[in-house]
């Protein structure tokens, strides 16, 4: 499998630096700022029971998915259909562009960063119009990044920019983002969907008068808007429903080119096997990654139907409460890394698709490294844990995976496992961090194709979308890494990173799973949607 390598990817922001829900539907009027809508008719928005038939119709590309989004506001999102929702129907300064990931101008044409790399003096494009009418200016981009810092949702991605000290705006062109040290990776960070742009005058959205100290997600969820999308992306949502699908429609006052298809509809699935069906039976056109190895083989033996592996993949991992016995004991955390049988769950689970991670680093990367196996930790008797997962998030083999791993856990004679499951959306989501769960399975994407992606979100004390773990000697690393621009010394650095972490192990890594697409073989463009992003571009899919 080819990944896209950091090197590059620094190489390509040094070269930049130096050359310069609620249940209702959304209106189908882009005029309409305040979201409230008419009823739609069932046609519009996706079918229970699938039996659709636009999966035949050039004019609509039909996305079957079985992971429902527990948001779509871009200062709480941090998941990955919701953020492919968002990147579909709204902009960013910056993007990441298909098969590099490299940062390439989005509503920002222009850049020009500092000698000391504190600031970002970002040339806004001429023209860009949001779905309700309003010109895009430098104070909907200073308003929406101040909003999403300020909001600060306790299950959002505000740490990813949380670097910013002031962002100005000389003109309705230029905006001006000043950050509190040198960071090689905040281009990119930009392109994520925390950095999307809203119209700042737009009764759809509202946003805290100042910064929100600590907020609970009841206090954060009083600005989050679950029902609409107001962007200026290629595509509008036109209807949304949390339990049923959305649908897109091109827009047609978008700045760049049209999409190919000029409507994308998004059916929800209870199940992947339930999806397969309606694949194979022309009622959807594509799904991304939900298909378990059943399903896979199934797919690979149908006439008309294609499968292919991309250059992208998700991480998997286990969360530890390190507040909570029994795993404030670092020795219980090694002891359980050391004796989960990572192998095993690619083979009995994944039939064999994909690697064993021993760090949060794919081996993709060449900072990649691992200690873990080095790790020889055996406690005095059994300790009890409870592992967590989710449904309706990550498809069909979740329990599968949960069931090795305590398998393998139980058969080291060391640890007595259950497993416990909830819903992703119902449940499982609002109780990730709380103390709720001491040990839970969680999945990644990357945000921006760094190495430092997979580091700081996990281990940084104070940017980290988790909330148990804190070292300041583990801080004090990250933020070395992050201002050398020196690729043999910055990849020093992230091999003490890893040592630290497998010493103190907060976090179990377990695998990686291959970005996969499943989709009829009319369709065209549909690897720009697995690549080293894994970002759904469905402005880019054709039908031939």
Excluded at 188 to 217: F, H, K, M, N, Q
Excluded at 265 to 272: D, G, K, L, P
Excluded at 329 to 347: F, G, H, S, T
Aim: hydrophobic share 35%; with cysteine; net charge negative.
């Amino acid at each position: 499998m080819r990944r896209f390598g950091w090197m590059g990817a620094l190489l390509a922001l040094t070269l930049i630096a130096t050359a310069c829900g609620g249940e209702g539907d959304t209106s189908d009027d882009p005029g309409d700022e305040s979201g409230d809508t008419d009823s739609t008719d069932d046609k519009d928005a996706a079918d229970d029971d699938g039996d659709s038939a636009d999966g035949a119709d050039g004019d609509v590309l039909v996305v079957g998915t079985t992971e429902r989004p527990s948001t779509i506001d871009p200062s709480e999102v941090y998941e990955k259909f919701a953020s492919d929702l968002l990147f579909n129907t709204t902009d960013r300064l910056v993007e990441l562009e298909p098969g590099t990931g490299d940062a390439i101008p989005g509503v920002a044409e222009s850049w020009e960063i500092s000698d000391d790399g504190l600031t970002y003096t970002f040339a806004l494009r001429e023209g860009v119009v949001f779905q309700d009418g309003s010109d895009l200016t430098s104070e909907d981009v200073k308003w929406s990044l101040e909003r999403s810092l300020n909001i600060n949702h306790p299950d959002g991605a505000a740490f990813l920019i949380g670097a910013i000290e002031s962002i100005e705006t000389p003109d309705d062109l230029t905006v001006v983002v000043t950050i509190d040290q040198p960071n090689v990776t905040f281009l990119s960070r930009l392109a994520y969907t925390v950095g999307t742009i809203l119209p700042s005058d737009s009764d759809a959205y509202t946003a805290p008068d100042s910064a929100l100290e600590e907020p609970s997600a009841e206090e954060a969820g009083e600005f989050i808007q679950g029902e609409t999308i107001v962007g200026s992306g290629a595509y509008r949502l036109t209807s949304y429903s949390p339990d049923q699908g959305a649908t897109l429609e091109v827009w047609d006052g978008y700045w760049g080119e049209a999409p190919l298809i000029p409507t994308v509809r998004i059916q929800f699935f209870e199940s992947a096997a339930q999806m397969t069906n309606a694949l194979r039976n022309g009622e959807i056109d594509l799904n991304i990654n939900d298909l378990g190895p059943a399903e896979r083989t199934a797919m690979e033996a149908e006439e008309g139907i294609e499968v292919q592996i991309g250059d992208g993949g998700r991480t998997r991992y286990i969360v530890l409460d390190v507040t909570q016995a029994p795993f404030d004991d670092p020795d219980v955390r090694q002891a359980m890394a050391v004796n989960i049988d990572r192998q095993r769950i690619i083979d009995e689970v994944f039939e064999g698709a994909g690697q064993p991670l021993f760090s949060m680093v794919p081996p993709g990367y060449p900072a990649s490294r691992d200690y873990i196996s080095d790790l020889d930790v055996t406690l005095d008797e059994p300790v009890d844990i409870e592992l967590w997962y989710p449904l309706n998030k990550y498809g069909d083999t979740e329990a599968q995976v949960a069931e090795v791993i305590g398998r393998s856990l139980n058969e080291s004679g060391q640890f007595n496992v259950t497993t416990e499951s909830a819903d992703w959306a119902a449940e499982y989501a609002g109780n990730l961090n709380t103390g709720a769960y001491k040990a839970y399975l969680l999945g990644w994407y990357p945000d921006y194709i760094d190495p430092d992606d997979y580091i700081e979100p996990f281990y940084h004390s104070e940017k980290t979308f988790l909330g148990f773990y804190g070292s300041d000697q583990m801080d004090a690393l990250i933020d070395e890494e992050q201002q050398v621009t020196d690729l043999a010394s910055r990849e020093g650095i992230f091999d003490e990173i890893q040592q630290l972490a497998a010493e103190d192990m907060p976090i179990i890594p377990l695998y990686e799973e291959s970005a996969t697409a499943y989709y009829v073989d009319t369709l065209t463009g549909v690897e720009s949607s697995i690549d080293i992003a894994i970002q759904s571009r469905w402005n880019l899919i054709g039908k031939s």
